[in-house]
């Protein structure tokens, strides 16, 4: 199986490199058009903020091939917020593959919130295998409320989409690679699509 990890330089995308080869597999971390559109499965990760990242993108034509792939995707935090269709974070457009805007944390709750925190609602075969009031690892300051496209929640004040799902593009708001067992399940469905 051919993986493929976006590289656009907004990622921990090594500890998901890494994360892969625990279950097995090897991954390439590329920025090649020709080899992400090629891959039998594409992670795309994301730290830092999102209009940078989003200009990092545009910069390499990735914005226009990511919501064209035909195989599973999977975005990881701002990986995730970038597949929405826009963030109040820099008032930054974005990918438009998911129904919903992101927002920011509410000015009374401690940002970001960093930490370990429990999904519920959990729907669809990337959740396999997985118990409601998992923990998962997660560290942001921006959320992506209630959408058709959720399948998890979390509360940090406010419930929220921890995960969504449209035909082939999946995104979590979690660290699956820094969420032990739970994230070692949720990363393995993901590549068992």
Request: hydrophobic share 40%; with cysteine.
């Amino acid at each position: 199986m051919k993986i493929a990890i976006i590289d656009y330089g907004a990622g921990n995308i090594q500890s998901i490199k890494f994360a892969v080869q625990r279950l097995g597999f090897e991954a390439v971390l590329s920025s090649n058009a020709e080899e992400i559109q090629n891959a039998d499965k594409v992670i795309f990760p994301g730290v830092g903020e999102a209009g940078s990242a989003m200009r990092m993108l545009r910069s390499t034509g990735l914005d226009k091939l990511i919501p064209d792939l035909k195989q599973p995707v999977l975005g990881i935090c701002l990986g995730m917020q970038l597949m929405c269709k826009s963030s109040e974070e820099g008032n930054t457009a974005g990918l438009g593959i998911f129904d919903a805007e992101v927002k920011k944390f509410n000015a009374d709750l401690k940002v970001p919130q960093i930490g370990w925190n429990t999904i519920t609602e959990l729907e669809g075969k990337l959740f396999e295998n997985v118990s409601a009031e998992e923990y998962v690892y997660l560290v942001h300051s921006f959320y992506v409320p209630e959408c058709s496209d959720e399948i998890a929640r979390t509360n940090y004040g406010v419930d929220y989409s921890t995960a969504l799902n449209r035909n082939n593009f999946y995104g979590v708001q979690f660290h699956p690679e820094k969420s032990s067992k739970t994230g070692e399940q949720i990363l393995k469905n993901f590549l068992n699509l």
